[in-house]
């Protein structure tokens, strides 16, 4: 019954690939988010989203593209991937307006060789 | 911009010690503040939150307190066990539709 889940858990590639990394929710929450987490633990938003809709676009390299086909899956697209890709990726999700906090799920450890 | 700075890590306490971990932060308004917990392998787990000054969260016997006035948020906790050994980031958001989150901070508990 995982509430957050995300796929693969690890990634290896190679430099100039392109790959997805998915998340799912099953908790009804129609806002999700990518956050990157570097070598550092240091967290930074990437996008969210609100009902298939981006409300968060950070400074990110535009090779980072977000897709939601539905609230419930916020997928994520990388073309031409570079060794400063190398980091883990978390996916959350919240209610929108929630002060609960964030749920996340458990990464994707993605590194470019 | 809203922001948080939590001390550095890493912390190294014994078993039964006395933790707090500093998080001061920076906002426009009447941010909801939080603490999140990272174990080895995992996601980011919410260990408590404050929505409004004065309000103090607790889970797990940790506590935090939001002090409006010193626009901190400590973190702490009477006795650390072993299994408290995680990385711990504090966090504030807004809205809850964007969450900055601080450095973290690395706490390993010995026996």
């Known amino acids: 019954d995982t509430a957050v889940s995300q796929t693969p858990k690890y990634l290896v590639t190679q430099m100039g690939n392109d790959k997805s990394i998915k998340c799912e929710q099953n908790?009804?929450?129609?806002?999700m988010y990518w956050y990157k987490q570097d070598s550092k633990k240091f967290l930074k938003i990437m996008f969210s989203?609100?009902?298939?809709?981006?409300?968060i676009n950070e400074t990110v390299p535009n090779r980072f593209s977000p897709k939601s086909p539905d609230k419930a899956h916020l997928n994520l697209h990388i073309n031409s991937l570079e060794l400063g890709d190398s980091a883990v990726y978390f996916c959350?999700?919240?209610?929108?307006?929630?002060?609960?906090?964030?749920?996340f799920g458990s990464g994707t450890r993605l590194t470019v060789v | 911009g809203n922001s948080v700075t939590q001390m550095e890590g890493p912390v190294t306490l014994s078993e039964e010690a006395f933790l707090t971990i500093n998080c001061t932060y920076t906002?426009?308004?009447?941010?909801?503040l939080f603490w999140y917990v990272q174990y080895p392998g995992e996601g980011l787990q919410l260990l408590l939150k404050?929505?409004?000054?004065?309000d103090k969260g607790s889970n797990k016997g940790f506590e935090a307190t939001y002090r409006k006035e010193t626009t901190s948020f400590h973190l702490e906790k009477g006795s650390v066990q072993v299994s408290d050994s995680a990385v711990y980031f504090c966090?504030?958001?807004?809205?809850?539709?964007?969450?900055?989150f601080g450095a973290g901070t690395r706490l390993t508990v010995k026996p």
């Open positions: 908790l009804g929450h129609d806002t």
């Open positions: 906002a426009t308004g009447y941010p909801s």
């Open positions: 959350a999700s919240s209610p929108w307006g929630d002060t609960r906090g964030y749920t």
């Open positions: 966090a504030l958001s807004r809205d809850n539709n964007d969450m900055r």
């Open positions: 404050a929505t409004k000054a004065d």
């Open positions: 989203y609100n009902n298939k809709e981006l409300i």
